[in-house]
């Protein structure tokens, strides 16, 4: 019980983005047409699009926009938006881990709070660093690790970038084809989430404790 009052708001979080990410994909089907008409029209140009304003917002995080997956799911296909989404999310990762690395502390006290770079610094493992920034890909948002990571010189910029795509790939893939499937395949696979994070948040966290720290 301890643990869940500890980590409340974090599994909050997950748990209202899941919810809105269902909501955004129900959307997204409802007014296929209308988004076809004003955005599919136009192609590359559209693609392009996206992938820019995805990837201002992981360098800028004003808002998450994995919520506007099932909106180019709805577009291009599951396939095709989970591929752009990668691009866009390792494309922002790679700025903003450069931006940290430049600009330091100044830049990235704008965009963070002292509070939350007190947590990073007790999530963030002390070794296997690698691995350690895979599954960190796909715990925790991408503009925090990026900028937590590219602030304190803890990997090289090469690794990281690999660690990142293997870190994003998978995750981007399950959500674009969760976000095309069927409403109830959608609610089963939201309550499958729910409890599964339930059960197995805690099993996850003294685990990785155990390995990176």
């Given amino acids: 019980m301890k643990f869940y009052k500890t980590y409340f708001w974090e599994i909050a979080v997950v748990l209202c983005i899941l919810a809105l990410f269902v909501l955004a994909g129900r959307l997204a089907g409802a007014y296929e047409d209308t988004l076809v008409r004003s955005i599919g029209q136009f192609g590359l140009l559209g693609m392009a699009v996206y992938i820019v304003v995805a990837t201002v917002a992981v360098i800028i995080p004003i ?24 691009v866009a999310w390792v494309l922002g990762a790679m700025v903003a881990f450069l931006l940290a690395r430049r600009y330091g502390h100044p830049l990235v006290h704008r965009l963070m709070s002292g509070k939350k770079l007190a947590r990073m610094a007790h999530i963030v493992p002390a070794h296997h660093m690698f691995f350690g920034v895979i599954l960190l890909r796909i715990i925790l948002p991408i503009d925090l690790v990026s900028y937590f990571l590219g602030l304190f010189d803890l990997i090289r910029f090469g690794p990281y970038v690999v660690a990142t795509i293997a870190g994003i790939t998978p995750f981007a893939f399950a959500f674009a084809y969760l976000s095309g499937a069927h409403v109830m395949f959608q609610l089963g696979a939201f309550l499958f989430g729910v409890i599964a994070l339930g059960l197995w948040f805690p099993y996850f966290a003294r685990l990785y404790k155990r390995v990176f720290e």
């Fill in 63 to 86: 808002f998450d926009f994995l919520l506007f997956m099932p909106v180019a799911v709805t577009l291009w296909g599951s396939f095709l938006a989970a591929l752009l989404s990668i």
